[in-house]
């Protein structure tokens, strides 16, 4: 089990995830952003909004994932 946070999945806020797998870990994260989403928070709207700008640039979100995933897997296990 490893732990990341909103933040360094990037969002805005320190909310923790626990995942097995990076897969799991960015399924939690998309449902935080629905939730924030649906709530109209202003900073998570903000953090989306940069990333569908980000997302347009050709191959910009496969190495988004591909930076978060190698920093999943170089995080140490939870004790």
Known sequence: M???????????CD????????????ELSKQH??????????AHLNAMKAMREYAQKPGAMEE??????????ALPEDQ
Not at 2 to 12: A, D, E, H, R, V
């Open 2 to 12: 490893k732990t990341m946070t909103c933040k360094q999945l990037g969002g805005p």
């Open 15 to 26: 909310v923790e995830f626990k995942a097995e797998t990076f897969e799991q870990m960015a």
């Open 33 to 42: 952003g629905m939730e924030m989403f649906q709530k109209g928070d202003e």
């Open 64 to 73: 988004w994932y591909e930076a978060r995933r190698k920093e999943f897997e």
